[in-house]
């Protein structure tokens, strides 16, 4: 009997040993196993391209042409600078979004505000209108803008013409493009509404009450608690903006007659410019350089507004 539980000792103590995971570490384990699509996705689809793009921009590859790909330095780089579609192309990006910037920041910020007001009736469906316009397919609301916006036969300028007014070619005239894809943009504001309604609806209402207390009017009330209560929202849609803007693509392709530009280049924006370089032109190298201009200048004006985020922007938990 000693020698049999003997035996079965040293086998008991010879038997591999099965690991114990606390539940910490299964808890992590299966987290990986479900990011694990995901992180294949991004090597896959996001870094791999990201880098690929950049070796791109120092080659003179090019998908029209069978020679093999030549390593030509900083030619695609030094090429920028002396290629005027180029300047073109960005001064009209600049220009729009200074124009188009402060509108998509402003109006989201007006209509959410009046959304929020006890006194206003039918706010759900208000609320409901605005945000189903974000919903339209992109291309349908582009047709159906570039009709409105007709200098022929548009509603818009028909209705002006009831009051007089003589309407122009909004989309056709190179001094009015800029306020029709403007207008075409409002289309697209329910979207950043909701944000700034979230984003007012966690004021603290005692604030207001206070406020009321010491004679404070809706003006100064509206300026001192709210904007600097929601400006973290403010700063969020306002870098959107800007990032969307710099890849402007699909409405001045369409109304630039397939990203020709028209009328005189004013529809040219860097994206559209890319995307003719690089997909109609197939010259990817040169594509892949202009790719990453657009990427180190979203980058210098979304640090530009961090940097300045310290002076305008509060935090409650600072």
Excluded at 100 to 118: E, G, Q, R
Excluded at 245 to 256: A, N
């Amino acid at each position: 009997m000693a020698t049999n539980s003997a035996v079965g000792t040293i086998a008991a103590s010879s038997a591999p040993k099965t690991r114990s995971f606390t539940l910490e570490q299964q808890q992590q384990r299966w987290g990986w196993i479900f990011l694990s699509p995901w992180i294949i996705g991004f090597f896959a689809f996001t870094f791999f391209p990201i880098v690929a793009s950049l070796v791109f921009s120092f080659t003179d590859f090019n998908l029209s042409k069978s020679e093999e790909i030549h390593f030509i330095g900083l030619t695609n780089w030094q090429r920028l600078f002396t290629d005027p579609s180029v300047s073109q192309s960005l001064s009209v990006t600049l220009v729009f979004m200074l124009m188009a910037v402060p509108i998509s920041v402003l109006l989201p910020l007006v209509l959410a505000t009046l959304l929020n007001s006890k006194y206003l009736v039918g706010k759900r469906i208000f609320r409901t209108l605005f945000y189903m316009t974000y919903m339209v397919p992109t291309i349908s609301a582009i047709f159906v803008w570039m009709s409105f916006l007709n200098g022929q036969t548009g509603w818009l300028n028909r209705v002006l013409a009831i009051f007089g007014i003589q309407g122009p070619g909004w989309l056709g005239d190179k001094s009015y493009v800029f306020p029709g894809l403007i207008l075409m943009g409002i289309w697209g504001a329910g979207n950043a509404m909701l944000t700034m309604l979230a984003g007012l609806q966690g004021v603290p209402t005692d604030l207001y009450e206070a406020a009321r207390v010491d004679g404070a009017g809706p003006f100064k009330v509206w300026r001192s608690i709210t904007i600097p209560m929601i400006s973290p929202v403010i700063l969020y849609n306002l870098v959107l903006s800007v990032i969307g803007l710099l890849q402007y693509f699909v409405v001045p392709y369409v109304v630039g007659d397939a990203g020709q530009g028209r009328p005189d280049n004013m529809t040219l924006f860097t994206n559209v410019y890319l995307y003719k370089t690089a997909f109609t032109l197939q010259d990817m190298g040169y594509g892949a350089t202009l790719a990453w201009l657009i990427l180190i200048i979203a980058m210098v004006i979304t640090g530009a507004i961090f940097f300045s985020a310290r002076f305008w922007v509060y935090y409650s938990g600072e």
